[in-house]
C-alpha cells in the first residue's frame, strides 16, 4: 500500500529542490550557498545539478507547473525574500496546490489498487 505522502516524499520533494537547486545555479549561487539555504548538503546538490539522481522524481521534474513553481521560490531566495521559514511555507503551499488537482493522484491510483475516481489525495 502506498501512501499519496509518500509520493510527495519520495518524488514531488526531491523534484522540488532539484528545480530550485537548478534554477539558483543559474543566478550563480555555489554549491556550497545552495546547501546552506536549501538545507542540503553540498553532495546532494551536486548530483541535483548534474542529474544524478533516481527516476522517480522525472515526472515532476518535467513538470512545467513544478518548473515555474521552483522558478518563483528559487528568484524569492536570491531576492533575499525567502529565508528558511519562507521555503518551507512556499514549498508546502505547492504541493497542497498539486495535491488539490489531482497531480498526486495520478501517480497514486497508478500504483497502487484503486478505482480511478478515487480522490483521497485531495483531502
Avoid: W
Avoid at 25 to 47: D, H, M, N, P, Y
Amino acid at each position: 500500500m502506498l501512501f499519496p505522502c509518500e509520493i510527495v516524499v519520495k518524488r514531488f520533494l526531491p523534484a522540488m529542490r532539484a528545480e530550485i537547486t537548478k534554477e539558483l545555479a543559474r543566478k550563480e549561487f555555489t554549491q556550497e550557498e545552495i546547501a546552506g539555504l536549501l538545507g542540503l548538503t553540498q553532495a546532494a546538490v551536486s548530483k541535483y545539478l548534474s542529474g544524478d539522481y533516481g527516476k522517480e522524481i522525472k515526472v515532476f521534474e518535467k513538470n512545467q507547473e513544478v518548473r515555474e513553481e521552483a522558478r518563483k521560490i528559487a528568484n524569492e531566495i536570491a531576492d533575499g525574500k525567502l529565508k528558511t521559514r519562507g521555503i518551507i511555507r512556499e514549498t508546502c503551499i505547492t504541493c497542497r496546490k498539486f495535491r488539490d488537482k489531482g497531480r498526486i493522484c495520478y501517480l497514486h491510483i497508478r500504483e497502487t489498487p484503486l478505482d480511478k475516481y478515487c480522490e483521497l489525495c485531495k483531502r
